[in-house]
């Protein structure tokens, strides 16, 4: 057998198939066996690799506590292994010279093995990330949204030929970069392909370095690509953790770096990156505010605000942590997020029950607490604390802070966790400047019914994303990234290939 041709006997959907109990939860059957058949690999050169020590790491269960299986732990030889493997596979063309409809015709083929596979991907990332069971297939249908809106773009990165006179003809080329390195967080793991697929579309080899707490359904969606025709060695995954990571960052054979995760690290992975010059597209966290005005459609704001904060536990970059309500319906408002928020259930990813699952890990639980103790110690008013699920996971229940000032400590650092702080303002210029007084700048929502208003709003908003009327809402086609701390770069749509190809330009002289 072919390595492709056992890859789909192994994966391939099976309608029906029959669920599995994992860790006293069901899931479907190649989901179980995917975390069941030993410890998951890297895939390295189109080949499932155990790591070159032997080293392995347990994959947790944040809903229960409990060990689901184990992975590959990688080191910095894994880390050249998979570059070298990049390298090759950039250097002799199997992809980055394929033609571009052939090109096309595989990533379009790939969408369509992820969204064949949706249910089991959606199972995995609910394991290992403790993700909405029924929230999970949301976050692999959006990479798989991804792959199909880069599908097309492959013979449609034409160049130009500027104008400069008769005595010369230039190209300038629009060109794949070579091998792109990858760095993904914990919160989405599924949706790696809002980075890989616009660097494969451009014909580059990819290294991707999944979070260490969520390797499940990277390695799952590599062996999909395999499976689809993207030839081995041009999308290799790398699990371990922050020292995989800076293995990465560093290796000569790396021509860029995306990453996706916390400030702290970001910065210190610029920096790293500065060493060998190497470009990162840098997609870092926020303090988003959600701006709500007077002539708003309360019931409606109130929905979208609650919402931003208790989807995912609040472990999204854009949620919109800091809900800034105009005093003349600051106490109505209050009073209906505490009304959308008192029935929520905090439990297990997989209990259909469940509005809210667990946090990724106990430090990551500890550092939420930390900050709700913070809070009430800086002042704020606690209006609304929730209970916490059942004991064994990470469970943190929603918490509602109002009369927040924006210097306090929960309005100013990011705490990825279900805390709302509601904070009020007097007037529109006001609203502004507490929205602006900020070190990230990666989103806003604003509720208005005034149109002037809001573009007004979408004027004085420093941040790289506006909502109006709606909160964190996507798409493959729209482009995405931080303004300040919360990043630069923008990923998904035109503007992502980018980041993603050089241009050369080409002299030739006209005898
Ligand atoms: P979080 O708080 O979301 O875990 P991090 O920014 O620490 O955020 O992690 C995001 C990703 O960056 C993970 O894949 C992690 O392993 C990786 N990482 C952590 N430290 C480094 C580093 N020094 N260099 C490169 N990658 C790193």
């Not at 669920?19 to 058949?37: E, L, M, N, R, Y």
């Not at 999204?316 to 809900?323: D, E, L, M």
């Not at 905090?346 to 029950?353: P, Q, S």
Request: glycine share 10%.
């Amino acid at each position: 057998m072919t390595v492709t041709e056992d890859i789909a006997a192994e994966l391939h959907p099976r309608a029906g198939a029959a669920k599995t109990v994992v860790d006293g939860v069901d899931v479907s059957a190649p989901a179980a066996s995917f975390i069941t058949q030993g410890a998951v690999p890297h895939i390295i050169a189109g080949e499932q690799r155990a790591s070159t020590s032997g080293d392995e790491r347990a994959v947790l269960n944040p809903s229960t506590g409990n060990q689901l299986g184990a992975v590959a732990n990688g080191s910095a030889d894994d880390v050249d292994a998979a570059v070298t493997s990049a390298r090759e596979a950039f250097e002799d063309g199997r992809w980055s010279r394929l033609a571009p409809r052939e090109k096309e015709a595989r990533l379009h083929r790939l969408a369509t093995l992820v969204e064949d596979h949706v249910q089991t991907i959606g199972d995995l990332d609910a394991l290992d990330a403790g993700i909405l069971r029924k929230y999970a297939d949301y976050i692999a249908q959006y990479s798989a949204n991804a792959l199909r809106y880069y599908a097309g773009w492959p013979t449609k990165l034409v160049g130009q030929l500027p104008p400069v006179g008769p005595d010369f003809v230039v190209q300038e080329r629009t060109e794949p970069i070579g091998v792109m390195g990858v760095i993904k967080p914990w919160n989405g793991p599924a949706a790696i392909f809002a980075q890989v697929a616009p660097a494969l579309a451009a014909g580059n080899s990819v290294v991707l370095k999944p979070a260490e707490h969520t390797p499940l359904s990277a390695t799952y969606l590599a062996l999909l690509a395999l499976e689809a025709g993207i030839p081995p060695g041009v999308f290799n995954v790398v699990h371990g953790d922050g020292v995989v990571g800076s293995a990465l960052v560093a290796h000569p054979g790396v021509n860029r770096l995306s990453f996706t995760g916390s400030v702290e690290t970001g910065r210190a992975l610029a920096a790293a990156a500065a060493q060998s010059l190497k470009k990162v597209n840098l997609e870092l966290g926020g303090k988003s505010p959600v701006l709500v005005f007077p002539d708003a459609d309360l019931a409606e704001a109130a929905a979208a605000a609650t919402r931003s904060v208790w989807n995912n536990s609040g472990q999204v970059c854009t949620a919109g942590t800091r809900t800034l309500v105009h005093r003349d319906i600051y106490e109505d408002f209050v009073e209906a997020a505490v009304a959308l928020s008192k029935d929520l259930v905090v439990g297990n990813a997989f209990d259909d029950a469940s509005d809210l699952g667990p946090l990724i890990s106990s430090a990551q639980l500890a550092k939420v607490r930390s900050y709700v103790g913070l809070g009430k110690r800086e002042g704020a008013s606690l209006r609304f604390e929730g209970v916490a699920g059942e004991s064994g996971g990470n469970y943190q229940a929603p918490v509602i802070f109002a009369d927040v000032r924006n210097d306090m400590t929960i309005a100013r650092e990011e705490i990825f966790g279900p805390v709302m702080s509601i904070i009020p303002f007097e007037d529109e210029s006001q609203a502004y400047a507490l929205a602006n007084e900020s070190e990230f700048g990666l989103a806003a929502g604003v509720f208005t019914k005034d149109i002037a208003r809001a573009n007004r709003a979408a004027d004085a908003l420093d941040v790289g994303t506006v909502w109006v009327n709606c909160y964190q809402v996507t798409d493959a086609a729209v482009s995405y990234g931080g303004a300040k701390a919360s990043g630069y770069g923008r990923s998904l749509g035109g503007p992502a290939l980018e980041e993603y190809t050089r241009r050369k330009s080409v002299w030739s002289r006209n005898y």
